[in-house]
Structures are given as C-alpha cells and as structure tokens.
C-alpha cells in the first residue's frame, strides 16, 4: 500500500454554485463575435467588475456624484434612456420577510450619467424580487442597447445563462407543471433574445458600489 505524500499540494476544493459563476467570467454578448487576443485583463471580485469585450466600462466617479434621475416611474427612465446604446446595470431585490413585501432596486450605468429605478409593494420571494429587479431594469432600456448585467442572485444569473433555454424548449413546464415564476422566467427570455446582453454574477454585500447601491434602492421601494 503506497504512503500519501502530505506535503504535495493539492487543490482546494470549490462548491459547485461557485465554479461558473465568478466575476471573472461574465457570458459574452448573444449576437456579436468572440473577443479576440487582445482582451481585457481578468476582473477582480475586490473592484467594481468589468463589462466583457464590446461594452463600455463603468465611467470612473460613476458613483461618486449625484444620479442624473432617481425614479420609480418606468417612462421616466425610459425618455432618459432613449438614446443610450451602452450600458451597465446592477440590480438587486429582495422580500421581508421572505415570503413578504417585494423591494426591486436597479442601478443603470451610461456614458451620460446613471440612472436609479426602485419599485416594489407586491408579494413574493427573494428570488421573484431579483427577477423582478432585472426586469425593472431591461424594461426601461432601448432594445438597440448592449447591456452588462451584474447580479448578487445565482439563481438569476443560472438562469439566464445555464437553465432557460432548456425550459424555453419545453415550454417552461417540468413534470406536467410550471416551473417556478415561470412567468416572470418568459418575461427575462424574451427581452433577452435577439438582444446584445451579457449576465454576470457579483457577490453581495462584498463592497461592490453598483451592487451596494441597488440594495438600498431595492429598500427604498419596499418601503415607499
């Protein structure tokens, strides 16, 4: 019987919720070609994350100064977003208690200023909150608009990366029944197709500014 050698480094052991989703490794854009050599450096899970190739970064002093428009009213961030073409969002909601009163918070990054929207009032979940939050967010944005989406919830960006075509193939039905929120899940996939969008994860309460922000506007909707 061989001797282990205990001093030969061995890897450590990752979950499996945290090999895919790491700020590094944000999915590219549908619809646009595979960045080439020359891509940017790596993310760091410290900083404010990095759009992927094709997508304008998050402007230094992003959110050092005041939103250009806080609102809760969806045509108002849609005038104000009309004529964007790139940006970068961070979204973030949650329920209290959970089941409970639903706070969706969304913080929209563009070359002319940011953009935060809040809503909230109905029942739900923790996870129909973070669905909502990103719905909140596309629906206020052009359809011509390449988007970053940066999210705390697994279960979002799972979803949108990993588990939605398969649901879309089957009708959002699993077992003769309805997946869970597939309404909300139909909503996601269709303004997601045929869209330039990328989703990547962040980890909360970790000192990501976006993140932090959406959070707060995420209570601000619950609460009003």
Same mark, same amino acid.
């Given at each position: 019987?061989?001797?282990?050698?205990?001093?030969?480094?061995? &890897?450590?052991?990752?979950?499996?919720?945290?090999?895919?989703?790491?700020?590094?490794?944000?999915?590219?854009?549908?619809?646009?070609?595979?960045?080439? =050599?020359?891509?940017?450096?790596?993310?760091?899970?410290?900083?404010?994350?990095?759009?992927?190739?094709?997508?304008?970064?998050?402007?230094?002093?992003?959110?050092?100064?005041? @939103?250009?428009?806080?609102?809760?009213?969806?045509?108002?961030? &849609?005038?104000?977003?009309?004529?964007?073409?790139? @940006?970068?969002?961070?979204?973030?909601?949650?329920?209290?208690?959970?089941?409970?009163?639903?706070?969706? #918070? =969304?913080?929209?990054?563009?070359?002319?200023?940011?953009?935060?929207?809040?809503?909230?009032?109905?029942?739900?979940?923790?996870?129909?909150?973070?669905?909502? =939050?990103?719905?909140?967010?596309?629906? @206020?944005?052009?359809?011509?608009?390449? $988007?970053?989406?940066?999210?705390?919830?697994?279960?979002?960006?799972?979803?949108?990366?990993?588990?939605?075509?398969?649901?879309?193939?089957?009708?959002?039905?699993?077992?003769?029944?309805?997946?869970?929120?597939? *309404?909300?899940? &139909?909503?996601? *996939?269709?303004?997601?197709?045929?869209? =330039?969008?990328?989703?990547?994860? $962040?980890? #909360?309460?970790?000192?990501?500014?976006?993140?932090?922000?959406?959070?707060?506007? @995420?209570?601000?909707? &619950?609460?009003?």
């Amino acid at each position: 019987m061989s001797r282990l050698n205990w001093k030969r480094p061995r &890897r450590s052991f990752v979950p499996w919720y945290d090999r895919d989703l790491l700020p590094e490794r944000p999915t590219r854009p549908i619809n646009t070609p595979r960045a080439g =050599a020359n891509r940017k450096p790596a993310l760091s899970a410290k900083s404010a994350p990095q759009p992927t190739p094709r997508t304008s970064a998050v402007a230094a002093g992003a959110f050092s100064s005041a @939103a250009m428009l806080r609102t809760w009213d969806l045509v108002e961030a &849609r005038q104000a977003l009309a004529m964007t073409t790139e @940006a970068v969002v961070f979204c973030d909601g949650s329920a209290s208690p959970n089941p409970g009163v639903e706070g969706l #918070g =969304a913080v929209i990054v563009t070359s002319a200023g940011r953009v935060e929207l809040y809503n909230g009032g109905g029942r739900g979940t923790n996870n129909t909150a973070e669905l909502g =939050a990103a719905l909140l967010a596309l629906e @206020a944005l052009p359809a011509q608009c390449r $988007v970053v989406v940066y999210s705390d919830s697994q279960y979002l960006v799972y979803g949108m990366t990993k588990w939605v075509a398969g649901w879309r193939r089957k009708g959002f039905v699993r077992g003769g029944e309805p997946i869970p929120n597939a *309404d909300l899940w &139909r909503r996601l *996939d269709s303004l997601n197709s045929g869209r =330039a969008i990328s989703w990547g994860w $962040v980890r #909360g309460h970790n000192g990501n500014r976006g993140n932090e922000l959406a959070d707060k506007l @995420a209570t601000l909707g &619950r609460r009003q």
